[in-house]
Each structure stands twice: as C-alpha cells, then as structure tokens.
C-alpha cells in the first residue's frame, strides 16, 4: 500500500512540476512495460491486495475509472515493439541484452554485469570443442526478470550450505538490499533507453488524466455498491483494452485472426439510388464545412453556430444507408476463401466502418502522410450493422474468389454522457474506390445500462433486490406452496400417464419447492433445461397465487433479447403443454390444475421483432400507462421497472 500510495505521488509530482498550484492538474500517462509478463507480475500483486489499496489510495482507483484510461492506450510492451520495428539479432531477448545491444552501460554506477550475471548476463558464453571456441546462447537470454535467489539474498534468507556440501547459492551471496534497489533503479534507466530508441507513433494524441489532488482526498465508504460499481468499471475498462489491444496490429494481420476484414466501396456495386444519397450526404457535409471556415474566419474567438436555415440545408444523417462493400485481401496473407472462413463477423453484428488508410487533416494538404490509425480513431469511427456476406465469384471446386458485405449504417448515439461504455461517431460518406476497414464495434449499450443502475444505487436510490443483498430476509423453508406441489403432483401424474418426461430433483425442487424463498440461485451448465423448468415454475408459481386468492404478477428480464425471446417460447410450449394435457384427460387435469392457467396474458415488452402469436406486444406507452391488476405475465429485456 506504501509503494502505491508513494507511486501515485511521484506521477502527480512529476506531472506538474513548474505548474502554478491553482492550474488544473492534468497529463497525459503512460506505462512502459518490457514484456506483459512484467505487467502480470504487477497485476497479480496488486490483485493480492486490491481490497486495502484501493480503500488506503482512492486516486489510484480514480486513474482507473477515468475517460483516458478508455480511450487512449496506457500501456505499452518493449518485446512487441521490438519485434514489429526493429531488426535486432536473435541474442536480444532480454531486457538485458537489447539495453546492451544499444550500448547501455550495465557498470554504472555498479559493476552489475559481474555481480548480477548468474541467469541475467551469462546468456552468451563460449564453448571450446577440439580446440575451438565457439559462441552459444543460454536460457536467460529469454528472461528479464530478476531472479528471485537474489531478493532472498538481500533479505538475507538463503539458506546456508550443509556440512561438506557446496555453495549452490554462492553466486547470489553477494547481494545486499542496497545493492539490489540501485540494479532495479538501473533497470528502469535501461527500460527508458530501450524505449527512447523506438519511435512513437506521431499520429497518436492521447487524453490526459485528470490527477488527483493528494492534499485533499478522502477515503470512500465501501459498500456493495461501490463494489459493483467497481465491477462494472474494471470489467469495462479490461474489455476495452482487450479491443484496443488487437486493434493495434495492422489489419491484414487482423485480417488472419479473424477480427477484421479489408472492403472497398464502389459506386458500381450499389443498389438503385444509394451512391445518389451518399453523395448527396456528402454535399451537405461540405456545406457545413465551408460555413464553419467562413465563420472561423470572421470570429477567431467564438464557438461556431449555424442558422436554423443553415442548419436544415446541412442536415444529413447515414442511418438506414445499405452499402454493398466488395472484399478484398490487399496485403493478406491469405485468400479471400480462407479469410472469410476465420472471419468471426456475422450477421447482426455492430461494426465500426473505418478508412484503411488516414491522415491529419489539421495540417497543410501538402504535408499530410498516410497512416494507419489507432485505435482511439477508430473508437469514433462510423457505426454500421452486418446484414450479410454473400459470394459473387467462385472457381471450379466452390472457394470464394470474390464476396460482398452488406452493411446497414447506424448512428452511435453516444455522447459525452455515455463514455467509456457508448462512444460517439464522427459519420463520413463513403469515398469511391476508398479501401476500408470493418471491425467489432466496442460500444456497450448493456453495460452502459448497469452503470447506470450501480450508480444509482451509490446514490442511494431504492432497489428491493439490492435491498434483499445487503440484509437478506429470511430464507424460509424451501417448502412449496400448496398450489405448487399440486401443479408438481399433476406433472408427475401426467409422467405416470407417459404423456410427459421425468423431472430431476433440482428441478423437482425449483418447481415444486421454495415458495416463499426472497431470493433463489439456480445454476447450471448449458442445456441442461434451466429456461424450460423456469417456464413450469412460473406456472407452479401462478397456480399458488391462485389458490391463495392474490394478485400476482411474474417479470423476467435476460441479458439480451434473444436469451428472452428464448425464455418466451419455453413458457408459451408450456402453456401450450397444459392445454394439451387438459385434452387428453381433463378429469385428471381438473385434479391437479387450475383451468385459468390456460388463459394467462402472456406480454413482451418492447420486442425487436414482432412477438409471436399469442403474445401482446406491451409497447413502452402503454407499460407506463397500464393499471390493470388482474393475474398477468410480463417478459423484458429492458432494465429498470418494467411492469404490464
């Protein structure tokens, strides 16, 4: 916690030296790794202590959960680098060995080659052979680590060597505490003149960090909110640099692991009256370009603004635009058969549409250079939806030698207010003959919608569920209620008849049992029927309240609207399973059911497709109006209180 705490105010002290004390704290930071093992090893030792670092030193959980930690990369490994832009000979491997290669100077201000070169420096040595000398590599030329024999001799932790027994540790012996910190203090000088013989890329603006004023912070209240907003945000945050991580790699290469595919769009491709309408986009475009720069011309000092007249005569919007974009493999090192065969794109999927190539448009036409851009560029690229990929060409034994992508273009929809989990697009037209990009879009509407929910409840805003979390009420006794053991005694009456499958005991449970439970997990591997019982549960559920004489009402909400469109049909077979049941032998159904359940409202609540027969679409202006209390059942996909 020390070390944290001392670290984030060496950066900030670093930062803004020589600034007046009132300016606003702010800086661009970055992390110099030399290889993600090293990050590993720090992320698993901070991960050991998360808890107490973060209660003990709030700005470092503040770093994290800041715009410029989405949106900009932070990290950076040397051995990748290296790699992509250098052409070192096979014996750079090692921290060590590259600093050395450059000329770096491992003897000073300690002879730390002499006194460190067991498993970091001996990675070259000589081998004489009948007379000869020849050069061979050992395993450290591939470590960069410290070894651990070293720290313990420092802390003088060793253990001696037994009675007539030689010193296997006798190489590490001579390391002090002081002399081990001065070797790390080195290391970081080498790390710094690696990294400073690599160039950057120029066209990269990163965001600057907002730092934390140290003098006035206070330790936060830990809660199970806070921890779910701290869930919510780191999980984004490892996502999102997940996303920006591949992205840095050139697209052919994206190409071949399938995350990316390389398209051109021609004009000659498109159906009746699109290339008309992306041009006519593009006109508007520049008419609102050239009113900007005749406004900026006049008024140097003011924000730009444009008449309702101006404005209607540059209104344009991609939304709804279907392109057709001819694949291509420019630069793959593959075909376009192969390629599509790895490509995980399907139909459906949100993509961000971006130009292959770009430049800075703040400089002189002149002066301007191609450059791939990065992956902040791309997180403000233009949104688009897969329809299809569709083969136009292919050869005698059915490879693909030529493909279409149909793609719908969207708007974002992001703004300020939704970063880092829904970023804003900066639209284009599309440019005939312009070779693009299409890659998984990292925008996050769903988790956007848990932050929200999180946030709120930080805020203290009322939840029963979390409510239930916090002080669990009591349990009960995993006892059913008496309409639910006679809908599972139907069940199982109609199983006898062979009419229907046999039930589990967790499922036997979850249907019949635990009537009055708050708050019931139940978990399983896929497919094992969790959607299906959950449908007869819900009944058994209905059947209770019935025979109780109370109203009743059943949301359920999925993750997604297929998973609860999933779930809707589980429970309309089953309703349509009592009603055949009712069929084959109503006097044993009367028995055991209850006749109204054939006839419960089954709702879907703002469905993306139209709900099947049977269900009523519930749309949102109706859920908000609605007061009926008669015995209903609900199904939502949508956060927050959704009732029919």
């Not at 050069?135 to 024999?149: D, G, K, M, Q």
């Not at 690599?198 to 730092?211: D, E, Y």
């Not at 136009?392 to 929809?413: Q, Y």
Request: hydrophobic residues 35%; neutral net charge.
């Amino acid at each position: 916690m020390d070390w944290t705490r001392e670290l984030v105010h060496v950066v900030v002290d670093l930062a803004v030296s020589g600034r007046p004390c009132e300016s606003k704290k702010s800086a661009p930071i970055h992390v110099i790794f030399f290889n993600g093992y090293e990050q590993r090893l720090m992320l698993e030792a901070l991960g050991r202590n998360f808890p107490p670092i973060i209660h003990s030193t709030p700005p470092l959980y503040d770093f994290l959960t800041q715009l410029a930690a989405y949106d900009s990369p932070i990290a950076s490994y040397l051995d990748e680098e290296i790699r992509t832009f250098k052409n070192f000979p096979m014996t750079c491997q090692s921290l060590q060995s590259v600093a050395a290669y450059l000329k770096f100077d491992w003897n000073t201000p300690q002879p730390f080659r002499t006194v460190f070169k067991a498993r970091m420096f001996d990675y070259l040595a000589k081998l004489d052979i009948d007379g000869q000398s020849e050069w061979y590599t050992r395993r450290s030329r591939f470590s960069s680590s410290v070894p651990l024999e070293y720290a313990y001799a420092a802390w003088g932790q060793l253990p001696q060597p037994g009675p007539g027994k030689g010193d296997v540790f006798a190489e590490f012996r001579a390391v002090t505490k002081d002399l081990l910190i001065a070797f790390q203090v080195r290391r970081l000088e080498a790390l710094e003149h690696v990294a400073s013989s690599i160039q950057g890329n120029p066209n990269t603006q990163k965001t600057p960090f907002v730092l934390p004023d140290l003098a006035r912070y206070e330790d936060k209240a830990h809660d199970l909110a806070h921890a779910l907003h701290e869930f919510v945000t780191i999980e984004r945050l490892v996502a999102l640099n997940e996303w920006k991580r591949i992205r840095h790699g050139p697209p052919e290469r994206r190409v071949l692991m399938g995350e990316t595919l390389l398209v051109r769009y021609l004009e000659a491709d498109q159906n009746p009256g699109v290339a008309e309408q992306n041009r006519e986009n593009e006109r508007r475009r520049q008419k609102r370009e050239e009113y900007a720069a005749t406004f900026k011309a006049v008024n140097t000092d003011k924000q730009f603004r444009m008449s309702k007249e101006q404005s209607a005569e540059c209104r344009w919007s991609p939304e709804g635009l279907r392109v057709k974009l001819r694949l291509e493999r420019v630069g793959v090192d593959c075909d376009l058969h192969e390629a599509l065969l790895m490509s995980d794109l399907r139909n459906g999927d949100r993509l961000v549409l971006y130009p292959r190539w770009t430049v800075d448009e703040r400089l002189p036409v002149a002066e301007r250079k191609e450059f791939t851009p990065t992956p902040k560029q791309m997180l403000y690229g233009q949104r688009a939806e897969l329809i299809g990929l569709a083969a136009t060409a292919k050869d005698a034994s059915g490879r693909v030698m030529a493909a279409l992508a149909e793609v719908e273009l969207k708007e974002s929809h992001g703004n300020e207010a939704t970063r880092p989990f829904v970023f804003p697009a900066f639209n284009r037209p599309l440019v005939e003959g312009r070779l693009y990009t299409v890659d998984p879009c990292p925008n996050d509407w769903y988790g956007y919608w848990l932050a929200q929910v999180v946030n709120g409840l930080c805020d203290g805003q009322p939840s029963v569920l979390y409510d239930r979390l916090v002080t669990p009420p009591a349990p009960g006794d995993g006892a059913g209620l008496r309409g639910q053991q006679a809908f599972l005694a139907g069940l199982d009456a109609f199983h006898q008849a062979g009419h229907l499958h046999g039930l589990e005991i967790g499922k036997r449970e979850f249907i019949g049992g635990h009537g009055r439970t708050p708050v019931l997990l139940v978990q399983g591997p896929p497919g094992t029927g969790k959607s299906y019982s959950t449908a007869f549960a819900v009944f058994a559920r209905l059947q209770a309240a019935m025979k109780e004489d109370r109203p009743y009402r059943v949301l359920l909400s999925c993750k997604t609207h297929a998973a609860t469109d999933v779930l809707l049909k589980n429970v309309q077979e089953v309703q349509e399973a009592l009603r055949q049941f009712q069929t084959i032998n109503e006097k044993l159904f009367s028995k055991h059911f209850d006749g109204r359940l054939l006839d419960v409202p089954v709702y879907r609540v703002a469905p993306i497709e139209p709900p099947p027969t049977g269900v009523i679409h519930l749309e949102k202006d109706i859920e908000k109006t609605a007061t009926k209390t008669t015995t209903r059942t609900s199904f939502s996909s949508r956060p927050g209180p959704s009732w029919a």
